[in-house]
Each structure stands twice: as C-alpha cells, then as structure tokens.
C-alpha cells in the first residue's frame, strides 16, 4: 500500500523555523520525484517545494523562494522540508505529493500555525 506521512508541524512564533518530515512506504522512492504543497484556510492548495528523483535538482516557485528548503533522504525514504523566518502567512496544512501516476499520491498533511 503506497503511503506516505508527513510530520514536523506545529505552532510556532514568527521569525521561527520548523522542519517538515514526510516518510514513504509502499513504492520505490528514490524512483520518483517529490513535492511539498500547503493549502491555507480559504485557498487553493499551492505548490511549495519540488525535488527530482535523486535530489539532485530542486524548483521553488518565486513565492517561495528564500525561506524553504526541500531535500530527501533515499536511503530513509523522507522527504524534508525545512522552513525559516516563518511568517503568519505561512499558516497552512502542508502535504508531501509524490509524482506517481496523473494526479500523484498524497500524505494526510501536518498543520503548520505561525502565531505569537
């Protein structure tokens, strides 16, 4: 059964960091390139982070550059995402997407709040 399960949110201040995990079980990792996306109350979900199959290569639309860093670990098969300087903003449900299929596969997500 292919799953995959995020973890790492939660509440934090802003100016603070959180690093997102996101485990894999059921298909080959290292096969796949891999996504983070987030969906805010009231917004369509939205891409965060994308990273090839080896790691090797890495794409952030122009929102999110700057404060977020995507990377994997084949050989634990996770997906991070670390985030800095958070900012109210960034206050979502993040889900990890694996690019398997037309419409890939996803986590449940993790809440990220960004709160003083």
């Known amino acids: 059964q292919v799953q995959l399960v995020e973890s790492g949110g939660g509440l934090v201040q802003p100016g603070g960091s959180l690093r997102l995990s996101c485990v894999a079980s059921g298909f080959i990792f290292r096969r796949y390139p891999m996504s983070w996306y987030r969906q805010a109350p009231g917004k369509e979900r939205e891409e965060v982070a994308t990273i090839t199959n080896t790691g090797g290569s890495t794409n952030y639309p122009d929102s999110m550059k700057g404060r977020f860093t995507i990377s994997r670990d084949n050989s634990k098969s996770t997906l991070y995402l670390q985030m800095n300087n958070l900012k109210p903003e960034d206050t979502a449900v993040y889900y990890c997407?694996?690019?398997?299929?037309?419409?890939?596969?996803w986590g449940q997500g993790t809440q990220v709040t960004v709160s003083s």
């Open positions: 997407n694996a690019k398997i299929g037309v419409s890939g596969v």
